[in-house]
């Protein structure tokens, strides 16, 4: 009889005799916890991600202190990556005799990248999705700035030498950053309006940025090039390196959530070990009458190990998907305390759970 056929055939008599049912047990047991809190961790880990690239608003960003050359839109473009330019500075607003200092932001056309802009026809009112960016002649700005103004939607301010209608009023800009300017009430113009206003002059303090996004490997690509091309007063930001608040609370999450996962395998460990110490002490017997017979210890060893790989492939697969099934559960429990809208999850963790 082949080694194979022979494998399958005490696995089958050992589980007509009950001998890997704890076994069976135990691993589907094993399998579920650690499969149910990697596939959680999985999209949870996800969410975060595409939530630290909204904080972005991009992909990757490349933030300068003078205008960006043409060459490097063109070159992300060629590469099938979309791309936005922001420029932001500080300025005071004007409206009647009324003045306030201001952070400034004009955008291109596709901004941001990641993420969406909300806001109100009127202060303190229901919000909703923008729809593009502010158009010719309109600037959106926070609340404060039409308050502080006394100026109300649709009403005018002055910014530099050109008057601009304020349409809508800003309730959530998604890669607001942390830094003097930014804390600053916000006036978002359309950038083919900047001129217009020649605020930008010589020693202006103006921040350029140009934001990538797409995919993965095409950013990853732009980004290694990018690196070596950098000239004085250039960087670049991203999710690892360009904004550590962000990675900071990436850190934080992922550590928490695989110290679970870990606690999982532990318990694990310990259920699979105990069935396996009395799956071997009923088989010792077995073992010496087949050894007394004839059989050689290599094809003692090979038997024993086929038969585990049968239960081990049963038992993987069966506790992958309970594993997947409890983790709707999870999500359910967690549900109420995020905000996140949490993508699906890979099979990466239920394979890592199943070895």
């Given at each position: 009889m082949s080694t194979l056929a022979l494998s399958w055939t005490l696995a089958r008599r050992d589980w007509r005799?009950?001998?890997?049912r704890l076994l069976l047990l135990a691993l589907v047991i094993a399998v579920a916890s650690i499969a149910s809190v990697g596939f959680f961790v999985d999209r949870m880990r996800q969410a975060l991600s595409l939530e630290a690239r909204q904080?972005?608003?991009a992909d990757l960003v490349i933030v300068s202190d003078a205008p960006i050359a043409a060459r490097w839109r063109d070159d992300a473009v060629a590469r099938g990556l979309s791309v936005a330019e922001t420029v932001t500075f500080p300025s005071m607003v004007l409206a009647g005799d009324r003045t306030l200092l201001a952070s400034i932001k004009a955008v291109s056309e596709g901004y941001p990248l990641r993420g969406r802009l909300r806001v109100a026809d009127v202060p303190n009112q229901p919000d909703r999705f923008a729809d593009g960016v502010p158009e010719r002649g309109a600037a959106w700005a926070d609340a404060q700035v039409l308050q502080a103004l006394g100026v109300s939607?649709?009403?005018?301010?002055?910014l530099g030498e050109t008057t601009l209608r304020t349409p809508r009023v800003i309730t959530l800009e998604p890669d607001r950053g942390a830094n003097f300017v930014n804390f600053l009430p916000r006036v978002m113009i359309r950038v083919e309006d900047l001129a217009a206003t020649q605020l930008v002059q010589p020693a202006s303090r103006v921040s350029y940025r140009l934001l990538v996004a797409g995919d993965r490997e095409a950013?990853?690509?732009?980004?290694r090039d990018a690196k070596s091309k950098l000239s004085r007063g250039q960087q670049l930001e991203s999710i690892d390196g360009g904004r550590p608040e962000v990675r900071a609370t990436l850190d934080r999450a992922e550590r928490f959530l695989g110290l679970v996962a870990l606690l999982s395998a532990m318990i694990a460990a310990v259920a699979?070990?105990?069935?396996?110490?009395?799956?071997?002490e009923r088989h010792l017997d077995g073992c010496a009458?087949?050894?007394?017979?004839?059989?050689?210890?290599?094809?003692?060893?090979t038997l024993l190990g086929l038969e585990l790989l049968w239960l081990a492939i049963g038992g993987g697969l069966l506790g992958a998907f309970v594993g997947w099934l409890i983790h709707f559960a999870l999500v359910a429990v967690i549900a109420p305390l995020i905000v996140l809208t949490l993508p699906p999850p890979t099979v990466l963790p239920g394979l890592q759970a199943m070895a």
């Open positions: 005799a009950g001998e890997l904080l972005l608003g939607t649709g009403g005018e301010v002055r950013v990853a690509a732009f980004q699979i070990a105990l069935a396996s110490r009395r799956f071997a009458v087949m050894r007394a017979i004839g059989v050689t210890q290599g094809r003692l060893q």
